[in-house]
């Protein structure tokens, strides 16, 4: 799938499946593109909350130093 400068995004789905979501979301008050929003940033700020384990980064690199 090509990747392109626009704020454009296409994708191919099931008709059955589009159906549905489309169905989904009126019922939800919620247009295609307000729930892809929602998704798309919940999705991407996910990464930012990988939890990190810095105390046996701290130890790593403290052993690191103490071999040199």
Known sequence: MSIGNSGRIVIE???KIKRQLYSTL???GMTLKDWFLQEAKSYVGTEKNI???LASDVRS???TKNSI
Do not use: E, F, G, Q
């Open 26 to 28: 009126a019922r939800d």
């Open 51 to 53: 939890p990190l384990n």
């Open 61 to 63: 690199v403290t052993k």
């Open 13 to 15: 789905i099931d008709p």
